[in-house]
């Protein structure tokens, strides 16, 4: 398997201008998640989505930004209009919960490589 | 925010064991703790979890505390590889994973 793929890898960008990341997570996998991190803010999930449905976009920062999964292979981050600020590697990860025999699940998160965004 | 505490740098010496510590006094009864580690420009990478008892595969080893609110991550023969910083978080069914700032380790020959 190839593993979570991002694109673009690197992305610079005027501020205003829309920034569309895309993201292809694990075959199989039904949990997809957007983080974004910063050396002021470090990690932070922005989104996660089961099943294609959006289940927790509390970290997402203001309504510039939005996502989308319209399918089990493909999702992305937009970004309307880009600020400076919004500079950052933007990670996507994917997983597939495993149930064990307490009745718990847990789950491996599989990282992409990142999208560095530039918005100059 | 994160809900686990950790050392916000340690050296190691190449070949030595890394042990890493991590609180999480407020982790509950369900909460898995996980560890993933991340490398200069690449993306977190999982590296094992537990829930009360201790764990070892390939890259590690996870000693849980009785109590629950503390764990100790070990690397048995670190290697300038294994620089990075290493999170340690708590999650429970919802994959709600919080990142909080990690241990710095830097390997040194």
């Known amino acids: 398997d190839a593993g979570v793929i991002q694109s673009p890898r690197h992305e610079v960008t005027e501020m205003g201008q829309e920034v569309t990341l895309r993201c292809k997570p694990i075959s199989g996998h039904n949990s997809l998640f957007w983080y974004r991190q910063t050396m002021m803010r470090g990690l932070e999930l922005l989104i996660y989505?089961?099943?294609?449905?959006?289940?927790?976009d509390s970290g997402m920062p203001e309504d510039r930004f939005s996502a989308k999964m319209p399918n089990a292979s493909f999702s992305t981050l937009k970004i309307q209009p880009s600020e400076p600020r919004d500079s950052a590697v933007y990670f996507c990860?994917?997983?597939?919960?495993?149930?064990?025999?307490?009745?718990?699940?847990?789950?491996?998160?599989?990282f992409g490589p990142g999208t560095r965004l530039t918005v100059l | 925010d994160a809900k686990t505490t950790q050392p916000p740098s340690m050296d190691c010496a190449e070949g030595r064991a890394a042990n890493l510590p991590c609180n999480h006094s407020?982790?509950?009864?369900?909460?898995?703790v996980y560890w993933y580690r991340q490398i200069h420009s690449q993306g977190p990478q999982y590296i094992i979890h537990?829930?009360?008892n201790n764990e070892t595969n390939e890259m590690a080893s996870l000693i849980i505390t009785e109590d629950r609110k503390s764990s100790t991550l070990i690397l048995p023969h670190a290697t300038l590889r294994d620089t990075a910083v290493y999170y340690c978080i708590d999650i429970n069914n919802n994959n709600d994973m919080r990142f909080g700032a990690g241990t710095r380790l830097t390997v040194k020959p």
């Open positions: 990860a994917s997983s597939s919960p495993q149930n064990v025999a307490s009745g718990s699940s847990y789950n491996e998160q599989f």
């Open positions: 407020t982790i509950s009864g369900n909460e898995y």
């Open positions: 989505f089961n099943n294609n449905v959006p289940i927790d």
């Open positions: 537990g829930l009360k």
